[in-house]
């Protein structure tokens, strides 16, 4: 504002004369230049609010999330003392039944006294031929269940 009012009455002054000034001319340098300064600080102030407002959002975003975390933090500490205070029950006492015992069987569904008999005679009969053996214990089962339903 000085500098305007600076130049105004420098121009008053020097009158309208078609000579220039070196005085005014000085004058109307450093008023450019005032005038640049201002529209950058202007334009620092925008960045600078921009900012200001980016860091506002964040600062709410972080403050909304650090609630949802303690709203599942305290859930999953209830969740926890539900679980303990169920697992630190007693047992109940396990209830014994008598049963028969059935003869042992093996995936194959054959006892497994029959099923090594037929693994030995496989073994014995083709000792270094182990495709031949499982044909001949598959054979021996499927004979096995057709007399044995």
């Given at each position: 504002m000085k500098t305007l009012s600076t130049l105004i009455v420098a121009g008053l002054l020097s009158g309208c004369s078609k000579q220039s000034d070196p005085r005014l001319a000085d004058l109307e340098k450093r008023l450019a230049k005032?005038?640049?300064n201002l529209r950058l600080c202007e334009t620092n102030d925008f960045a600078l609010q921009a900012q200001v407002d980016i860091t506002t959002r964040y600062m709410q975003d972080t403050a909304a999330l650090m609630q949802k975390t303690m709203t599942l933090a305290t859930n999953l500490q209830t969740g926890m003392a539900q679980l303990l205070a169920l697992t630190n029950s007693p047992v109940p006492a396990v209830q014994r039944?008598?049963?028969?015992?059935?003869?042992?069987?093996t995936s194959n569904g054959i006892p497994a006294d029959v099923y090594k008999t037929i693994r030995a005679e496989a073994e014995r009969r083709y000792p270094k031929d182990w495709d031949m053996q499982e044909f001949v214990v598959g054979q021996q089962i499927e004979a096995y269940r057709k007399l044995h339903p």
């Open positions: 005032a005038e640049y039944t008598a049963r028969a015992l059935s003869p042992a069987k």
